[in-house]
């Protein structure tokens, strides 16, 4: 074997080879007191005829080589709180990072992030502007009403801006985006919805897409799903105010030739699949969590 041949094969003895991806963050966490809802995760999808997030259209495949340790992270959920909550946690596949989602505000603006989180408001606070999605992961989350103890945002989600506060609408989460990297079609990365308070307006925004809805009647919001990366559902107000929700935790997915096999370090959990010609890998984690993995 020739010089070059030997430096263009990896160390199994194989060519570099072609890899769908399927990278989800973490969805940010809610916040509280009239509170913005979370915003979804950065989604970027490189499956042919699908979308990443933010409205891109799919991204260009990875190339990936044999006998090479590549990172893989599944970042975690940011936390809900009774102000403000957190930003969710990246998540990683080789050099596609996507951002973590945006907090939702409390009594304040939402936060920046995968997608952004919604604005809220309480006391006359002024309208805030809408935090921003990143581009090609993210929409931005909703405003507030601006009025008094009025209308927060939803979160923004992968597919769709949060809701806008009304004074009679807690805001939506954004919608996310859809999938069939895994076999069936799945709705990811949705934004969280907004809450408010029994003595304004009492239902909590809805969500999709594995956001999580805002609370109603004094009740926390509900928490982003797991492993969809969704934000977390604002808490509402009844006397006490109850604690924005978690976000959920991202996802990472890998499809690539049969031909080929893939070794993880351990640390998260994977699940396979065989089928068309491809290998898919399913990479999850409850909270933020990195290994490796090598192709052979």
């Keep these: 074997m020739s010089g070059i041949h030997a430096m ?10 072609t890899a769908n991806f399927l990278v989800i963050a973490g969805g940010g966490g809610a916040g509280s007191a009239f509170g913005g809802g979370g915003g979804g995760g950065g989604y970027r999808c490189s499956v042919s005829g699908e979308s990443s997030g933010g409205g891109a259209s799919a991204e260009t495949p990875l190339t990936l080589s044999t006998g090479i340790a590549y990172t893989v992270t599944v970042g975690g959920g940011g936390s809900g709180s009774t102000g403000s909550g957190t930003n969710g946690s990246n998540s990683v596949l080789s050099t596609i990072t996507s951002t973590g989602g945006g907090y ?9 992030g995968g997608s952004g989180g919604g604005a809220g408001t309480y006391g006359g606070a ?3 502007a809408a935090a ?15 009025s008094a103890n009025y209308g927060p945002g939803g979160g ?13 609408v807690n805001g939506a989460g954004g919608t996310g985006v859809s999938s069939s990297i895994t076999g069936s079609s799945i709705g990811r990365a949705g934004g969280g919805g907004a809450a408010g308070g029994t003595v304004f307006i009492n239902t909590g ?3 999709s897409d594995g956001g999580g809805a805002g609370g109603t009647g004094g009740a926390a919001g509900t928490p982003g799903d797991t492993n969809k990366g969704g934000g977390g559902g604002a808490g ?13 935790s991202g996802i990472v997915v890998i499809k690539i030739p049969d031909s080929y096999s893939a070794t993880f370090s351990g640390g998260v959990t994977q699940t396979s699949s065989s089928g068309g010609g491809f290998k898919t890998f399913t990479i999850t984690a409850t909270s933020t969590t990195s290994e490796t993995v090598t192709f052979s």
């Design 156 to 168: 923004g989600g992968a597919g769709g801006v949060g809701g806008t506060g009304t004074t009679t």
């Design 236 to 248: 509402s107000y009844n006397g006490t105010w109850a604690s924005g929700a978690n976000g959920g």
């Design 205 to 207: 925004g809805t969500a």
């Design 132 to 146: 921003a999605g990143t581009a090609n992961q993210g929409y931005a989350g909703g405003q507030n009403t601006g």
């Design 8 to 17: 263009l094969l990896g160390s199994a003895g194989k060519p570099p080879f």
């Design 126 to 128: 002024p309208t805030f």
């Design 104 to 112: 939702g505000g409390g009594s304040g603006a939402g936060n920046s």
